[in-house]
C-alpha cells in the first residue's frame, strides 16, 4: 500500500504553544484530508483539502494542500488541553475513486 | 443524524471461533470501508464498497476474511477462523462520493 510518513511522531507541547506538524508521500494525491482521533474512539474529519495550494481554516486549525501534491500541512494555534490526541492525514489518488491511504499519526500531549 | 453505527463496541473470543462484526453507515452515503487499526500496523484499509458493491478487497489480509454488504444500510464483516493475531480495531466508515469519510466508534476484538 501507499506509505504516509508524518512528523513528528509525537510533540508534548505547553498549553498556549501553536503546533505543526506535516504529511509527506512519495506518491501524488488529489485530495488531502486530516482527522483526529481521541482514545477509544473512531477518527473525526477535522480538514478536507482538493486543490494544491489551498489553505483551509477550521477555527484554530489550518491546513494546506503542498504544491507539490505530495504533502500537506496542519497547523494548530494556540493548543488547549483538549487538543491532545492523535491526528492523522490521509490521502487520496485520482486513480483509486475514494479510496484514502492513512499516514502514521503524530500523538499530540498538551501540558497545562 | 446517528453517525455511523458499529456492533459490538467489544468483543473478546477464543481462537477457532467465528466473529461477526455489523456497521450501519449514516444514510445516503455510497461507500462504505472497513478498516483494521494496530500499533504495528496503523489504520489499514480492508476493503470497501461503492453502491454496495465491493471496488476493492485487495487489502483483506486472508480468506479467513470476508465482508458482505446485502443493501445500503448494512455491512458486516466476518473473521472466519478467527486467531489471536486479527486481535485490533476494527472501524468501519461512510462517505458520499466525494470528501472524507466518517467513522464509526470501531469494534475492539481481542481473540484469545
Known amino acids: 500500500g501507499q506509505q504516509l510518513n508524518q512528523s513528528p511522531q509525537s510533540m508534548f507541547i505547553q498549553e498556549g504553544e501553536d503546533v505543526s506538524m506535516n504529511c509527506t508521500s512519495s506518491?501524488?494525491?488529489?485530495?488531502w484530508l486530516w482527522y483526529k482521533q481521541e482514545p477509544g474512539e473512531g477518527p473525526v474529519l477535522l480538514i478536507a483539502?482538493?486543490?494544491?495550494?489551498e489553505l483551509t481554516s477550521n477555527g484554530r486549525l489550518t491546513a494546506q494542500f503542498g504544491i507539490t501534491r505530495k504533502d500537506s500541512f496542519l497547523n494548530i494555534s494556540a493548543s488547549i488541553p483538549s487538543d491532545v490526541g492523535i491526528y492523522f492525514c490521509?490521502?487520496?489518488?485520482?486513480?483509486?475513486?475514494?479510496?484514502?491511504?492513512f499516514g502514521t499519526g503524530t500523538s499530540l500531549t498538551v501540558i497545562p | 443524524d446517528a453517525g455511523v453505527i458499529q456492533s459490538p463496541r467489544h468483543e473478546v473470543t477464543e481462537m477457532g471461533q467465528e466473529v461477526t462484526l455489523r456497521c450501519k453507515p449514516i444514510s445516503g452515503h455510497d461507500y462504505l470501508f472497513w478498516y483494521r487499526q494496530t500499533m504495528m500496523r496503523g489504520l489499514e484499509l480492508l476493503i470497501y464498497f461503492n453502491n454496495n458493491v465491493p471496488i476493492d478487497d485487495s487489502g483483506m489480509p486472508e480468506d479467513r476474511f470476508s465482508a458482505k454488504m446485502p443493501n445500503a444500510s448494512f455491512s458486516t464483516l466476518k473473521i472466519q477462523p478467527s486467531e489471536p493475531r486479527d486481535s485490533a480495531v476494527y472501524f468501519c466508515a461512510s462517505s458520499l462520493s466525494s470528501g472524507g469519510a466518517d467513522f464509526g466508534p470501531g469494534t475492539r476484538l481481542t481473540v484469545l
Open positions: 483539502l482538493y486543490k494544491a495550494g
Open positions: 490521509a490521502g487520496s489518488k485520482r486513480n483509486t475513486g475514494n479510496q484514502f491511504y
Open positions: 506518491s501524488i494525491f488529489n485530495t
